[in-house]
């Protein structure tokens, strides 16, 4: 092989390293941030939204998780841009679109087969289509599952029990007008805050789905947990609209089916949650409260439940109420 034809060989076999990469091989980095540990199911939707989106495209795009539980300060990010989605309860999210605080109703939802349906229905697509005039893109529902009441003082069986109790809530004014009118004093803050606010005694309980108890160990601060299943608590992934507007047809398709494996899986795992977290619970040494008068609760929120019918969508409560599978 003379000089000429071996030189000629060696620019070739540099030639892919030496030129820029093709549009086509470009990565595009997405940040995606979400509430609770990894290791919950939270952190699984997250997570597995990163691990489908990136198979899907081939690598194309590259997606960091990260978390923050402070979930209004994800809204806004996502909002204004400087993150691009976030997995958040949709607590606060009621504070930038209100439609949202519907699902919020206690006791609307009979069970998660009800709760789901309703989300993935027209009735859950049209809430998902209120987010665009607010400057956000509802993408998905996922969830956190049914809430449930801890605290450190006493068992709870009747609203009764409640009386007096300082309850954290989200910063959602359907929770914090439920616990009043039970005789409860709700106290709404960031979760961030909780941990230090039950160690402290600022508050005396909080209400959260068993995953939620479980994966935050909520145990090392609360004695007692009643099995109110008072408020199913949906999630939902948000994104921001810019980020999605450039997205083309093939790729939005590809988005919108790694966000369905994320719901699957973060569904997945609540319901495997709930089904050993409440012995999980017990192993810790919480005093698991199953007996529950909840119909004393329900007629104990007719006040709210009249002023909801006032101040929320009616027409749509029913739609929710009287939905059922196919």
């Known amino acids: 092989m003379n000089a000429t034809r071996r030189v000629a060989i060696a620019a070739a076999l540099l030639l892919p ?18 509430a609770l540990p990894l290791d919950s199911h939270t952190g699984v939707g997250a997570s597995t ?40 309860s949709t607590g606060p999210v009621g504070n930038f679109v209100p439609e949202v605080r519907i699902f919020d109703v206690p006791f609307l939802f009979r069970d998660a087969t009800h709760a789901r349906g309703v989300l993935d229905s027209e009735i859950g697509q049209q809430v998902l289509g209120r987010f665009n005039a607010r400057g956000l893109v509802g993408v998905v529902w996922i969830e956190n599952g049914f809430r449930n009441l801890t605290n450190s003082r006493r068992e709870i069986h009747t609203p009764a029990d409640l009386r007096g109790l300082k309850i954290r809530t989200m910063e959602n004014q359907v929770h914090m007008r439920a616990f009043t009118t039970l005789g409860a004093l709700p106290t709404p803050m960031a979760f961030s805050e909780l941990i230090p606010a039950l160690q402290q005694g600022t508050v005396d309980g ?39 507007a450039r997205l083309n047809q093939a790729d939005r398709a590809l988005f919108q089916q790694a966000a369905r494996e994320a719901q699957a899986a973060n569904r997945a795992r609540v319901t495997a949650d709930e089904d050993a977290g409440v012995a999980e619970l017990r192993r810790r040494g919480m005093t698991v409260v199953t007996e529950v008068d909840t119909a004393a609760f329900q007629t104990a929120l007719a006040p709210a439940f009249a002023e909801w019918e006032r101040t929320l969508d009616s027409a749509t409560l029913r739609r929710i109420r009287d939905w059922r599978a196919n």
């Open 206 to 244: 909080q209400e959260n789905p068993i995953s939620v108890i479980v994966a935050n160990n909520i145990n090392q601060v609360q004695r007692y947990i009643t099995l109110t299943r008072h408020v199913y608590s949906p999630q939902v992934m948000i994104c921001n609209p810019a980020m999605v």
């Open 17 to 34: 390293f030496a030129l820029p990469p093709s549009k086509a091989q470009a990565q595009t980095q997405l940040t995606v941030q979400h």
């Open 49 to 88: 939204f990163k691990t489908a989106l990136e198979r899907l495209t081939a690598g194309r795009y590259r997606v960091a998780t990260q978390r923050n539980d402070n979930e209004r300060e994800m809204v806004e990010s996502v909002q204004i841009g400087t993150i691009d989605c976030t997995f958040t």
